[in-house]
DNA sequence: TTTCCTCGGTACGGTAACGCACAAACATAT
DNA sequence: ATATGTTTGTGCGTTACCGTACCGAGGAAA
């Protein structure tokens, strides 16, 4: 990571907003807004109007398709190498998933309509963008087939390996309950599967508070789709 | 569905080139090859460069998500609304996905160069293409929580009804052993669920011959899901 | 200190789907 | 007509995960 010296309009630490040429980004920096990410926040619900769309310069989102009000399941996670409010993007003003804060951090954020304009008149934003929503649906598209077939253990050291890379921390707050939506499982097997992952030190989890102790012993558990994600975008590969 | 009258180009059955402006079209149409797609044959493998963009005007073709070279899951299918070959429109040469048609058909085709070209030149393209993207992000969502959650009768009826609103016929050709790729399950959890509905006469099913008896039945079966993506595109709520 | 509430640990029976195995029906080639 | 491959039907033991139920630990508030 090079040092960014002194320009005239500081950087975001977001990966789009710095990949922006200086004409750009200097342009849209006026529109935009700095707001704190907390846990547990909803950004988006299912169905309602997106307002503004969102670059986290760090923290991260759970991007959740629902079944039945109830049950919920991860289909992407987005941190600073992203952007929340792609529907808006492709010409459509709600969203059919759920945004939720996942991990504490900061944003920056466009009202909807000065971010339609920003597009039209940026062809690096588009460019930009259209390379984020791949990778969005290879993420989407590989979670779904490995939340189908892979057993819990698997799944879950890949979700707490993909959030490793995307918090830019081993340490995080979650609760089981919590991490239960995200790998689309009972709470109780959460808690069997994390119990199992303690006692073979690969980490430790007290009351929320989980820290990554053995990255290695992680991935040697986690299934192909960690990789197969991971190099579905050249930052992701970097943060691993 | 009005007529079209006789305009100076024949007029494609594919929505997305069906939608786009007189001038726009004249200017595709010279690019366009009109090839088949025949039942079984690999569009796209998985990681393979994409020479062509294919705009279905009949027939399916399947987008699957593979593990571990075996087991595959089907995250979204194309038909006459849509276009094969989205990650070119998007920046990247490659697919991560299996591309597998799965209806018989007929498609225009067009060498991804050309179409690079014509997406830049054309601002009425890229609207249409970013609205089929956001119906196909969707799809791939809704569909991987449903084959996390939902059982596999339920998610069967699904796949009949989507196959027969985009084949725009009840008949179709399938052996179990590719619908179980497709609803990811074994064959034999399919032959199970087939006879099923065979004893209650929703459908008919002898050697790959599938025939849909009882529409109303199967959307009875179905879950929520089908509404749910049929929703997300316009011309998916027509077909139903 | 007591109360209350959230979060975490554990157990146990139930079940949907898996893995494997094998045979019948049918289609096609020799 | 016989052989060979493909598709379908079915049965059975195994397993991963669900549903439910209940208790304990820790933190926050009264």
Redesign the pocket.
């Known amino acids: 990571m090079p040092d960014t010296k002194k320009t005239e309009t500081k950087r975001s630490t977001n990966y789009l907003l710095a990949a922006l040429p200086d004409k750009d980004y200097e342009h849209c920096y006026k529109k935009l807004e700095r707001v704190e990410l907390k846990y547990g926040t909803t950004i988006y619900k299912t169905g309602a109007t997106i307002n503004h769309v969102y670059f986290p310069e760090s923290g991260i989102v759970s991007l959740l398709s629902a079944v039945e009000e109830q049950t919920t399941l991860e289909v992407g996670i987005v941190g600073s190498e992203g952007m929340l409010g792609l529907p808006v993007f492709l010409g459509v003003s709600t969203s059919n998933n759920l945004a939720l804060v996942q991990g504490e951090g900061v944003a920056l954020r466009m009202a909807a309509d000065d971010f339609i304009k920003e597009c039209a008149s940026g062809d690096e934003m588009s460019r930009i963008l259209k390379l984020f929503t791949y990778s969005l649906m290879t993420q989407t598209a590989q979670s779904a087939a490995c939340n189908r077939f892979?057993?819990?253990?698997s799944?879950m050291a890949r979700w707490l390996l993909m959030t490793h890379d995307r918090m830019r921390t081993g340490e995080f707050q979650?609760?089981?309950?919590?991490?239960s939506n995200m790998v689309?499982?009972?709470?109780?097997?959460v808690?069997?599967a994390?119990?199992i992952f303690?006692d073979d030190g690969l980490i430790s989890?007290?009351?929320?508070k989980l820290s990554i102790l053995d990255l290695k012993g992680l991935k040697s558990i986690a299934c192909e789709c960690y990789q197969v994600i991971s190099k579905s975008h050249p930052d992701y590969e970097k943060m691993s």
Request: aromatic content about 8%; proline content about 4%.
């Open positions: 892979h057993p819990i253990n799944r979650i609760t089981q309950e919590f991490l689309g499982v009972r709470r109780e097997a808690n069997k994390a119990r303690h989890y007290n009351r929320g």
